[in-house]
Nanobody
Framework: VQLVESGGGLVQPGGSLRLSCAASGFTFSRYGMRWFRQGPGKVRELVAAITAAGGNTNYADSTKGRFTISRDNAKNTVYLQMNSLKPEDTAVYYC????????WGQGTQVTVSS
């Protein structure tokens, strides 16, 4: 089983990034997918979630209206489009597969700074 995040980097406040998480080794279409983040000195928090078929999404209050989670079950990939980024969005972002088992990626660093 592998979850491989990509797309992180350094961006200025107000900018955008698109994170991807490529899954393999399990039946992706049967798992809800979630993005978490952990900022410096902070606990890991849920950012966004999407159901297995992609019909329902949920967001943390701090990201609602700025972030969009989506998935492509044909490509076994989940995405997180992040717009209007703020310095407080700086964190390591992790994708998580939630189903019969729970799987985690290794994380990708997002830094929002001028």
């Amino acid at each position: 089983v592998q979850l491989v995040e990509s797309g992180g980097g350094l961006v200025q406040p107000g900018g955008s990034l698109r994170l991807s998480c490529a899954a393999s080794g399990f039946t992706f279409s049967r798992y809800g997918m979630r993005w978490f983040r952990q900022g410096p000195g902070k606990v890991r928090e849920l950012v966004a979630a999407i159901t297995a078929a992609g019909g329902n999404t949920n967001y943390a209050d701090s990201t609602k209206g700025r972030f969009t989670i989506s998935r492509d079950n044909a490509k076994n990939t989940v995405y997180l489009q992040m717009n209007s980024l703020k310095p407080e969005d700086t964190a390591v972002y992790y994708c998580n597969a939630a189903g019969t088992y729970s799987y985690w990626g290794q994380g990708t660093q997002v830094t929002v700074s001028s």
